[in-house]
């Protein structure tokens, strides 16, 4: 590999961001005419039944002359989330330990407050 191919692929500057299973990586990259571009890369850990693990990883390149129409969206999206949800994280609903306490804690096969109607009846 030539010594320019190897500096392309080093990082300039870089972040690390830990969040749960994902991480992110920030890093400011160089292109072959020594200019800088950012990547993000998202890391996301499953983990298999058996123990074992792997990674999906997922990136963006970002260039320079897209840095002020993508900060202005990426500002203008997260203020609509916090404004319209909140900083509380809902997420953990999902996830397949989560209890539910509300609702349908009937026993299985009791039916819901509608009227079941079979089409041979009508």
């Known amino acids: 590999m030539r010594e320019n191919d190897m500096l392309e692929k080093e990082e300039i500057f870089s972040k690390v961001l830990r ?6 990586f920030f890093d400011v990259r160089a292109t072959k005419a020594d200019d800088y571009y950012i990547t993000i890369t998202e890391s996301k850990k499953f983990t298999e039944e058996d123990g074992s693990f792997h990674f999906k990883k997922h990136k963006i390149y970002l260039y320079k002359e ?6 202005e969206i990426l500002e203008e999206m997260t203020s609509y989330v916090l404004n319209h949800k909140g900083e509380e994280v809902i997420s953990e609903r999902h996830q397949k330990d989560f209890k539910k306490e509300y609702g349908s804690d009937k026993p299985e096969g009791q039916r819901s407050s509608f009227t079941d109607i079979d089409f041979d009846d009508i």
């Open 19 to 24: 969040a749960g299973r994902r991480t992110y």
């Open 66 to 71: 897209d840095f002020g129409a993508f900060a």
